[in-house]
């Protein structure tokens, strides 16, 4: 059983940034990032192998976002760079001990209760 905090969210105005963190209480072999706006599907945003080697990233956050985890404390980072309008949404983080299609939703086994992110233009 792995929980799943997330913290750092708030309010920004266009072209800002805001760092993104979730503390889990055990480990796993992927940790990603997800959101959620609303009256929308929740959508992929990035992820990461447990050593930190491997990343993946949603095309519409390359190169803004920044994903990176500290395995000595148990936290991955989202780094959120230029924030648009359009990314606003609630963040969740999660994670899954199994490879596979690190976008899709039904395959992480855990999940944390999300941070509201609003980006104003």
């Known amino acids: 059983q792995v929980q799943l905090v997330e913290s750092g969210g708030g309010s920004v105005q266009a072209g800002g940034s805001l760092r993104l963190s979730c503390a889990a209480s055990?480990?796993?072999?992927?940790m990603g990032w997800f959101r959620q706006a609303p009256g929308k599907e929740r959508e992929f945003v990035a992820a990461?192998?447990?050593?930190?080697?491997?990343?993946s990233y949603a095309d519409s956050v390359k190169g803004r976002f920044t994903i990176s985890r500290d395995n000595a404390k148990n936290t991955m980072y989202l780094q959120m760079n230029s924030l648009k309008p359009e990314d606003t949404a609630v963040y969740y983080c999660?994670?899954?001990?199994?490879?596979?299609?690190?976008?899709?939703?039904?395959?992480?086994?855990?999940w944390g209760q999300g941070t509201q992110v609003t980006v104003s233009s």
């Open positions: 999660a994670a899954r001990y199994q490879g596979g299609n690190w976008a899709a939703v039904y395959e992480y086994d855990y």
């Open positions: 990461v192998t447990w050593t930190g080697g491997i990343t």
């Open positions: 055990g480990s796993s072999y992927i």
